[in-house]
């Protein structure tokens, strides 16, 4: 691109550093900052820098928060002996967002993959082994990990690390999703699906 | 959306105030600052900061530009008295890259269009009509708007303008795009093609 102005190249080359935008869309977002009022480029870039500074991990569950302590865990109504352990803090949104838990988290912030250099001395394990060492009635942990071939890897390291505490342990539900049609569920879903067959409607109440 | 954090919850409403950015593509944008080591945010957000105090508009042409004089009407190799007219600096940016207009420009800043509610006053019109009469020589006024109803209403309007200055003015060729296929090529398109022929291996030299 042929820039008329470097102060424009460098917004551009700013905007472009950012995970799926490219340099067209840049340029727009860039042009778009210019036709607007001073004030919101003002006001853009403050709010960004606030998150930055403010924004911090939850001492307990690694979930991201305002204070030391996430709104979350620091919520009485909260189960305090359901722990769902979930790769990021995505996942916590998504989960929190059909309603339908009411426990506690841990955000390990990633999986066990060698072949991203990532082990477990990378997780956030240790918080979640004192977690459960520490809890006054057996914990439940519930495993919200991705059912990939590193998820699993993740899902039974995590198992082995907490057996001396003989917490209960389960995973999600894998299984065909609702609104997908039967004949286009791969093999290993389906298969599993019928194996972990339910009561016809049978309620979860967390 | 669920978020344990007020700060990101701004954030995510900032980045996605901006157009083509959704709010899964915020959240992903505000997560990868949260990433990222805290300078990387800081430098980000005086990048974009600085450019909209600094970045302004070319006293002769209304190109973005660092000072009031931007680097095309500056530079004395470019011919003064061709002068390019675009809907925006996006065309500017489009036709500098291809390396073959060595002219000067002029900025609209977009074409009439009632519909939308602007009218000749809201473009940079005066200034096009007084650079055609301060010209020490009859200058060349290429119209380059893009060819939409819109884009010919400007045209017809800036020639009538023009028209007691009795300016040489063109307008871009239209006709069939390199690479694209005749038989899909609309009607108005190609027919025009065929009444504008040119003779074969014609060389363009501004």
Do not use: W
Request: charged share 20%; net charge negative; aromatic share 6%.
């Amino acid at each position: 691109m042929n820039f008329s102005s470097k102060h424009l190249e460098n917004a551009v080359a700013s905007f472009s550093s950012l995970p799926g935008v490219g340099r067209k869309s840049a340029l727009r977002l860039a042009l778009h900052l210019l036709q607007q009022p001073q004030e919101y480029t003002q006001e853009f870039v403050e709010t960004l820098a606030t998150m930055r500074l403010e924004v911090q991990e939850c001492d307990t569950c690694f979930n991201l928060s305002d204070s030391n302590t996430c709104t979350i865990c620091a919520n009485p109504q909260r189960k305090r002996n359901l722990i769902c352990v979930v790769e990021n803090v995505r996942q916590v949104m998504a989960i929190e967002e059909t309603g339908h838990y009411h426990g506690l988290y841990h955000v390990l912030g990633g999986v066990i993959s060698p072949i991203d250099g990532i082990g477990p001395q990378n997780l956030n394990l240790e918080g979640l082994i004192s977690r459960v060492e520490q809890a006054q009635e057996t914990p439940e942990i519930i495993l919200a990990i991705s059912p990939t071939i590193e998820g699993e890897t993740t899902n039974l390291y995590i198992s082995k690390q907490l057996e001396p505490y003989k917490p209960v342990i389960s995973t999600i539900a894998r299984g065909v999703s609702f609104g997908n049609d039967l004949e286009y569920a791969d093999e290993l879903t389906l298969s599993r699906s019928i194996s972990a067959r339910l009561p016809y409607a049978t309620q979860h109440n967390y």
